[in-house]
């Protein structure tokens, strides 16, 4: 196939949707933090990209999505996770993980839909614990007395492999469970999607076809794909099994469709807009995608 660069994320769960891609001829995969990855596909640094979800509301006009596969949840997630030294509907300020603009957004929404609340959102490095913009060494929150702040909204690998004490944070709410129990829907946090301009380029469709088709491929060696990469991302193989096996979802159907209608709605109002009407790429069909 003609040349075609693929950014996607650099955690266990992306796993499933890119392992093999590195062995096709003409597909370069670039590995990102998701929050990244919707500028790298506007800015034209990757022809597709696994993007934040939010990303195709707040760009609508120049992102649309493909769906030939997503990172989301139908209930739990374990690994987008809001922690809380005070009861949630006491929190006035979240230190949040910058790695994902969607769990952000989603965490806004539901502490304003559960309980009522709209905290001040501050952008934390929580791989370096500071807050963005400060500089390593610059500490956390003035006055804590200790490296943890006293909310922290913490997404990926780390909330396994670097988890803050559990001592620490009573109180904790995950965020796929929360979100399935006031909707009813399954979550999505990240689908492929590409610029809108380029949404015909024949490589675009050539490449949406070999994204679905890696997919479902993967899909029927889970269990290798488990065995040969919980060490490397640091998980236990048995947490890694539950985790991708049993809680993530990767296809893209009617109902996670709804879900991302939902989640525009619910984002929409709470910040006083109009909806985003969720497009997709129009090859679907073509697809067979479900």
């Known amino acids: ?75 739990a997630t374990m690994t987008v996770r809001l922690f809380s030294s005070v009861p949630l509907e006491e929190i006035t300020e979240v230190y949040a993980d910058t790695d994902s603009r969607t769990s952000v957004m989603l965490c806004r929404v539901l502490l304003n839909r559960l309980f009522g609340i709209t905290p001040r959102i501050v952008e934390f490095d929580a791989r370096e614990r500071v807050v963005v913009g400060r500089g390593a060494g610059s500490g956390a929150e003035p006055g804590l007395g200790d490296e943890w702040p006293r909310a922290l909204l913490l997404i990926g690998d780390k909330v396994v492999t670097d988890s803050p004490p559990a001592v620490r944070y009573p109180y904790q709410l995950d965020l796929g469970k929360a979100w399935k129990e006031l909707t009813g829907l399954p979550f999505v946090y990240a689908m492929w999607m590409c610029r809108r301009d380029c949404a015909e380029f024949e490589k675009i469709g050539t490449a949406a076809m070999v994204l679905d088709r890696q997919r479902r491929h993967n899909m029927t060696r889970m269990e290798w794909i488990i065995r040969e990469h919980a060490s490397r991302h640091r998980w236990p193989i048995d947490l890694a099994r539950e985790y991708l096996s049993g809680l993530l979802r990767f296809g893209v159907g009617d109902a996670e469709k709804a879900a991302v209608k939902r989640f525009f709605a619910e984002v929409a109002a709470l910040e006083g807009k109009p909806a985003v009407v969720p497009e997709y790429w129009g090859r679907r069909a073509a697809l067979g995608v479900g």
């Open 1 to 75: 196939m003609e040349h075609c660069t693929i950014a996607a994320v650099r955690y266990l769960n992306t796993v499933p949707l890119i392992e093999g891609l590195d062995d096709l001829r003409g597909v370069e995969v670039v590995l990102a933090a998701p929050s990244r990855i919707g500028a790298m596909i506007r800015a034209g640094d990757a022809d597709l990209g696994l993007a934040s979800v939010i990303e195709a509301s707040d760009h609508a006009s120049e992102l649309v999505m493909i769906p030939s596969g997503m990172i989301g949840c139908d209930g």
